[in-house]
């Protein structure tokens, strides 16, 4: 019988694990990116009562930051489809690959809308009456005097949740998607060495996230020190 644990295993699986790092990031990549999109329209949505709008954005927003996000892709998997056949759109070609992106883009924004409204509300309102005085319109005021406040102010809540993000892909994998975790799954199914594959897994998921907390810090700082 060989051994339960062999830590040799460890050096053998990590660049067969670190193959699949760029799947990981090309969620967490779409899921920040497509969420801070959405998310915006969310938070302007709910800023400016928008009807009917507003309603759904609350909605949306407390539908998704109440329920797992494992729930919210198996919705996406198996209901996307559906909703869409209505309309007489076929997406069940899709990748797997797809649908987890859009659920994890969904899922983001629903927090970073949070943020996002939380920040633009932080602005104080004089400093739109000031640019509006000196002959700026509604939209240049946001994109030049709005936004740029807004997002210093939210920087550091986006940092933290660029960070979550990348540690909520782990559940990428109960779709099928080999990714990092995913990676680990299979090989554990053919070796039946699960632990050491887990293991690395661990130690990358630590050394990313290290890595982002240390470089949204230094922006931080850089920006602070402005």
Known sequence: MGKLFDPALIIEYAPLILSRLPVTLL??????????V???????ARIHKVPFLNGAAVFFISFVRGT????????????????LMYF???ITRWAKLNFV????????????????????????????????SVGLS???????IILPQAFRTAFPAFGARVINAMQDTALAFTLGILDILGQAQAIGIRTYHTLEGYVVTAIIFIVASLLMEHT?????????AR
């Not at 959405?38 to 302007?44: D, I, K, N, V």
Request: cysteine-free; aromatic content about 14%.
């Open 27 to 36: 969620i967490v990549f779409w899921a920040i990116v497509g969420g801070s």
């Open 38 to 44: 959405l998310g915006t329209l969310l938070a302007l």
């Open 68 to 83: 797992p996000i494992l729930i919210q892709m198996f919705i996406v998997y198996y209901g996307l489809p559906l909703l």
């Open 88 to 90: 007489g759109i076929n």
């Open 101 to 132: 992106l859009v659920s994890y883009a969904l899922n983001n924004a629903a927090f970073l809308a949070e943020i996002i409204r939380s920040a633009i509300l932080s602005v104080p309102a004089s400093q739109s009456e000031a640019a509006w």
């Open 138 to 144: 509604a939209s240049q005021t946001f994109r030049r």
């Open 216 to 224: 949204f810090a230094f922006i931080e700082r850089r920006r602070l």
